[in-house]
Every structure is written in C-alpha cells, then in structure tokens.
C-alpha cells in the first residue's frame, strides 16, 4: 500500500465515518424535535400546573386561618364551661348551706 492508496483510503474512512455521524445527529434529531403543537400543550399542562398551585396555596392558607379560628372558639367555649361549673359548684354549695340553715330553724321550733 503506497502513500496514495492510504490517503484515499483514510479520506473515505474519514467520509464514511463523517456520514454515519450526519445520518445519526439526523434520526436523533428526527426522533426527539417538539413540535409546535407538542410545546403548546406543555404550556398548557404549565400553566394549569401552576394554577393548581396556587389553588392549593389558598387552601392550605384558607385551612390554617379556620384552623386558628377554631381552636379560638374550643379555647373561649373551654373557658365559659370552666367558669360555669365553678357558678353551678358555688351554687350547690349555697344551695347546702341554705338547706342546712332551714333545717336547723325547723328543728328549733
């Protein structure tokens, strides 16, 4: 093999390799390119991605703030219940001492 026949040689395994690279970039690119359509319902899908997002960013908002509200409530309910069975103990015991008291005046007479 002379320099002549090695030179085209390696020109036509440096083509050759070229047009398998070409042809390769070319069926990937075939394969994997978005079309138009294809990026518009991406947008879509985004934007209801996002809007779905924020929906359920009010809700958890709208929930802690119910939640806040009702442990108010339980907390002012838990404390008139307090203070109306410490009423209805101190009016037992009254309502004792006032028997108590009428039963003694019936004893005397």
Request: charged content about 30%; cysteine-free.
């Amino acid at each position: 093999m002379n320099r002549t026949e090695f030179v085209i040689a390696t020109a036509i395994i440096l083509f050759v390799a070229f047009a398998l690279g070409w042809f390769a970039y070319w069926v990937i690119h075939r394969f994997t390119r978005v079309s138009k359509a294809d990026m518009g319902e991406l947008e879509r899908m985004a934007k209801e991605l996002h809007d779905a997002e924020d929906m359920r960013d009010q809700a958890i908002t709208y929930i802690q703030q119910r939640e806040a509200e009702l442990t108010n409530q339980l907390s002012q309910t838990e404390a008139e219940l307090s203070a109306a069975m410490e009423g209805l103990r101190e009016a037992r015991h009254e309502a004792e001492e006032l028997r108590a008291y009428i039963e003694r005046l019936h004893a005397q007479k």
